[in-house]
């Protein structure tokens, strides 16, 4: 037995706060900063808070985008007064279906969604309340929101899996895998149709850094803190394009 261990990498024998599987608390989530704007108006779709916003028709076809890793073109179709389904494409192919439906009230807005861009499709749901009121004449869906819930989300896509490595991290979920090093470099996601380029810099014993790039950009800073019994994982997740901050907590497995 002590033989083979002699042949095992230093780093497979040591364990450090970060590694194990972490799931996360969908009660714990908690959105802000900037709301989602966006409206539907005389056969018009607008999104305002989108980085770059843009303008579509809402009957239902294909239309246009402004490009980027997981859409070039949106469907926008008005199922009734309160109800819309949104179709992203990229490449001719779906990348994402979402319908919103507005209650009754008009104070809140539930979006249930099926992400296409993982190897087993990613489903769930998102609330969010209102926080500006819609203009005269548009679409109940109109005016700006801010996430309030997520009561659903596919099981094995709130598993996150991170593992040390010799100065470094590996961080699997959901089959995208990022393997990178404490050394402010640049390492590709494998299995990511958005191409994500992470760097890491750890900041102590219980807290790193992660920087996540796209298409040029930073897409999100994010601060991963183990708290002090090992038990959870507080990860705060800054959007500087979209100047929202989104935090929750995972619980160790």
């Not at 991170?162 to 470099?185: H, I, P």
Request: proline fraction near 5%; charge should be negative; glycine fraction near 6%.
């Amino acid at each position: 037995m002590t033989a083979l261990l002699l042949l095992l990498p230093a780093s497979a024998l040591a364990s450090t706060p970060f590694d194990g599987t972490w799931k996360v608390n969908l009660e714990s989530i908690q959105v802000s900063g900037k709301p989602i704007l966006e409206e539907i108006k005389d056969g018009m779709y607008t999104c305002s808070s989108c980085v770059p916003s843009f303008t579509v028709k809402a009957d239902g076809t294909d239309q246009p985008t402004p490009v980027h890793n997981l859409r070039d073109h949106i469907a926008i179709k008005v199922i009734n007064p309160t109800t819309v389904e949104y179709t992203e494409k990229k490449d001719g192919k779906i990348t994402s279906v979402s319908r919103l439906t507005v209650s009754g009230d008009g104070n809140k807005i539930t979006q249930v969604f099926t992400s296409y861009t993982t190897d087993k499709p990613l489903k769930g749901e998102v609330t969010e309340k209102r926080v500006a009121p819609a203009a005269a004449g548009a679409h109940a869906v109109s005016a700006a929101w801010m996430q309030d819930r997520m009561p659903e989300f596919s099981e094995a896509a709130k598993l996150v899996v991170l593992q040390s490595t010799d100065n470094g991290l590996k961080m699997t979920w959901y089959g995208r895998v990022t393997d990178a090093k404490f050394d402010g470099k640049e390492y590709a996601t494998q299995n990511d149709p958005d191409h994500t380029l992470v760097t890491l810099k750890k900041l102590s014993e219980r807290q790193f850094e992660e920087r996540d790039k796209r298409e040029g950009q930073i897409f999100d800073i994010l601060m991963w803190t183990v708290s002090p019994d090992g038990k959870t994982i507080t990860n705060v997740d800054e959007d500087p394009r979209h100047g929202t901050k989104t935090s929750m907590t995972l619980d160790k497995q």
